[in-house]
């Protein structure tokens, strides 16, 4: 049941102000963390040995050469993968170990650490790589390589050797690399020589065998036969003959469609002749003659008649030559075809011989083709040679540059004193909040209103500031006086039955403050002017009678065991309308008393004599006693003290309340301390001040105070 009320809780969201109050409530835990962290680091930085370093930057690039020429260009872009390989190389053996060789790192090392033995080199190369960092510079090929020490010149030596080193090996290794790679291509160039020759040889013998008669002569790229030529030779005449067939034909066919009449104009155009072209000038001129004597002679002159004759000579001339001319370009018409037929016919022998001879080539262009592509590997293979042996001798000082020679240094790196104490006050800082969080996270207790409210589903009536002690002592009119008065009202206003007026305080644990908030209350009600009695009810430790200064011999065991009537057991007050009954001593016999019927009729009778009763009771979790009181009374107030018990504890403290029948009004946040969290100000800080007479509230306080003082505990005489 506990579990489905906790978990029926809704989720509230935290505000910037809710972390703010963390801090602030967990201060102490957050200064103390920080200066433990901040203090170890200081402590441990001054402690820590000095540590120098030194650098040394170089230009890494490719394998490439100071000088370029001509078919040995190389690009050199950036490459980010090649500075990170340039990066492993660094801290490689093949560099790391000559270096520690050369300086004697073996035997120094083991002398500063204590070693009768040199170390070994992967002892040696494990102290080294601890104490190498490389950098890159951002997007450039420069490397920046560090070496800490505790002895400047000892890191000035291993950074400058580690550079040398790595130069030395990237130039010997491009040398070496250049003459293997030299080798190999000599190697392969005696064997392409050879294979050259043998097959050469070869070329030799086909062509004595088929008997090849070469054009091209050997080398120009192309092998051309006397019968390939015949036949290209054949087939172009061919082409030109058959052309001038067709032309001749289609020009011959079209004047033949021409009719008779007409025909002598078109053929001075398609085959122009000087002869026709005069008879036909001849022509026109008799007929313009012809027809201008006619109309001047007449027709039957014989001047008319003598050139009408003439006329028809000519056209009979034109006639005879258009027949002729049409004649002529028939016979070279069929001159045309027979050449073409010709030619057509000699074209296929020669390709029957092409044919034959093709069949005789194929071997001899296949190992002539062979040979050549031997030759041009040769050749690649003597440049290629030549290449590396200008390479190979080439300086490349350009490979590896070392552009910032090693320093000595004079100042040490390590440690950075300013950087670790501040990452110290950083640390200590997040640590401290983190800490104080993590601990508010694991702390289930009551912590606000608010969780009053959503865990036991109930009002809360008021809020008590911390340290308040009784109000008898400081006064009615003291700041914490306030804070009980607006637990009244709002009592008084959650009371719903004007006649409930007994009242009983419990709690879910021991030492929450109820019974300095039931006897702060009564005396505030008893202040108003209400008749209040005050009962200890408490009888397994009472402490009512203590903060009141008076005996505890005789109380309520007493009356309901019927040894004391109960006017002799109520004491009186410096209050006037405040009575006190104790608890009593506590008796074998009284154990079960509190749930007896003489404690309700005692309940009945002082709900009759008082207008309220207050009980003060033990903690609800603890004993059966304030279960059976609860269930007795009119009204029922929890006191909740601020982070100090879990919230289940609060929530089964209620339900057990409800279980035994108890009205339960609301709860009391107690125990707040107002200077640390600012969110209860307004619960208890307030306090009105008289502008005419802003002393009155202190000199009254004073007043009260003084009052009390000088009662003295004898004055707490018996009411009756």
């Not at 090649?82 to 120094?108: N, W």
């Not at 009695?533 to 009472?542: A, E, G, K, N, Q």
């Not at 005419?692 to 003082?709: D, H, I, S, Y």
């Amino acid at each position: 049941m506990e579990a489905e009320a906790i978990s029926s809780q809704p989720e509230t969201k935290l505000h910037f102000l809710d972390y703010w109050r963390i801090i602030r409530i967990r201060k102490m835990v957050i200064l103390t963390v920080f200066l433990l962290v901040v203090i170890t680091t200081t402590a441990v930085t001054y402690v820590l040995p000095k540590t120098y370093m030194s650098s040394v930057r170089i230009d890494v690039q490719k394998d490439v050469s100071d000088v370029q020429f001509s078919g040995m260009s190389e690009s050199k872009a950036y490459d980010p993968f090649f500075v990170l390989t340039q990066f492993e190389k660094l801290q490689s053996t093949a560099v790391i170990y000559p270096v520690i060789t050369d300086l004697g790192l073996r035997e120094k090392w083991a002398q500063r650490y204590g070693s009768p033995v040199p170390l070994l080199d992967t002892e040696a190369y494990g102290v080294l790589t601890k104490r190498l960092d490389l950098r890159q510079v951002r997007n450039t090929s420069l490397i920046e390589i560090r070496v800490f020490s505790e002895i400047p010149a000892e890191a000035r030596e291993i950074a400058q050797k580690i550079a040398e080193v790595y130069r030395d090996n990237r130039l010997n290794a491009k040398r070496s690399m250049s003459a293997g790679g030299i080798k190999k291509l000599q190697e392969k160039l005696e064997t392409h020589e050879k294979n050259i020759r043998e097959k050469q040889k070869v070329v030799e013998a086909i062509r004595k065998d088929t008997g090849i008669t070469l054009i091209t002569p050997e080398g120009a790229g192309a092998y051309n036969t006397l019968a390939t030529e015949t036949l290209r030779h054949l087939d172009s005449l061919r082409n030109t003959a058959h052309l001038e067939f067709i032309e001749k034909d289609t020009r011959l066919a079209a004047l033949r469609k021409i009719p008779r009449n007409e025909i002598k104009e078109v053929i001075v155009t398609v085959y122009p002749d000087e002869l026709l072209a005069t008879l036909l000038q001849k022509q026109t001129l008799t007929i313009q003659e012809l027809a201008a004597k006619s109309k001047d002679l007449g027709a039957q002159h014989p001047e008319v008649i003598r050139v009408n004759s003439l006329l028809e000579k000519i056209t009979a001339q034109v006639a005879d030559r258009v027949d002729g001319i049409l004649r002529g370009k028939e016979a070279d018409l069929a001159a045309a075809r027979a050449r073409d037929e010709e030619l057509t016919r000699a074209v296929e022998e020669a390709k029957v011989k092409n044919r034959e001879a093709a069949e005789k080539m194929r071997d001899y262009l296949t190992a002539v083709r062979d040979v050549e592509q031997l030759e041009r590997m040769r050749d690649s293979l003597k440049f290629k040679i030549q290449q590396e042996d200008i390479d190979m001798d080439m300086p490349k000082t350009s490979m590896v540059e070392i552009t910032d020679a090693a320093e000595l240094p004079v100042k040490a790196t390590r440690p950075n004193i300013p950087l670790n104490i501040a990452l110290g006050v950083i640390v200590g800082m997040i640590m401290g909040v983190g800490l104080a969080f993590f601990i508010e996270y694991l702390d289930t207790s009551v912590k606000t209103i608010d969780d009053v409210e959503a865990a036991l589903q109930t009002s809360v009536l008021g809020v008590i500031p911390q340290n308040v002690g009784s109000l008898l002592d400081e006064g009615v009119d003291s700041p914490h006086a306030e804070a009980y008065r607006v637990l009244r009202t709002n009592l008084m206003f959650a009371r719903k039955d004007p006649k409930a007026n007994s009242l009983i305080v419990v709690s879910s644990g021991a030492g929450e403050g109820k019974t300095t908030t039931v006897l702060n209350l009564a005396v505030i009600f008893a202040h108003n002017g209400h008749k209040v009695l005050l009962v200890d009810t408490d009888i397994r430790r009472p402490s009512l009678h203590k903060r009141l200064n008076v005996s505890n011999s005789i109380g309520v065991t007493n009356v309901l065991l019927k040894q004391c009537p109960v006017e002799e057991a109520i004491q009186t007050t410096p209050i006037p309308n405040l009575h006190f009954l104790p608890s009593g001593r506590l008796q074998s016999s009284s154990l079960g008393i509190l749930n007896s019927p003489q404690m309700r009729e005692f309940i009945d009778e002082m709900k009759r004599r008082y207008d309220f009763v207050f009980f003060d009771s033990p903690p609800i979790m603890g004993v059966s006693d304030a279960s059976i009181l609860v269930s007795q009374m009119d009204l029922a107030m929890l006191v909740v003290q601020f982070r100090k018990y879990p919230q289940a504890m609060s929530v089964r403290a209620k339900q057990t309340i409800e279980k035994v029948g108890g009205n339960l009004m609301g709860a009391v946040l107690n125990n707040i301390n107002i200077a640390q969290d600012s969110y209860y100000y307004y619960y208890s800080g307030y306090q009105y001040t008289s502008e005419n007479q802003p002393e009155a509230p202190a000199v009254a306080k004073r007043a009260t105070k003084g009052a009390l003082a000088e009662k003295p505990a004898a004055e707490l005489n018996q009411k009756y």
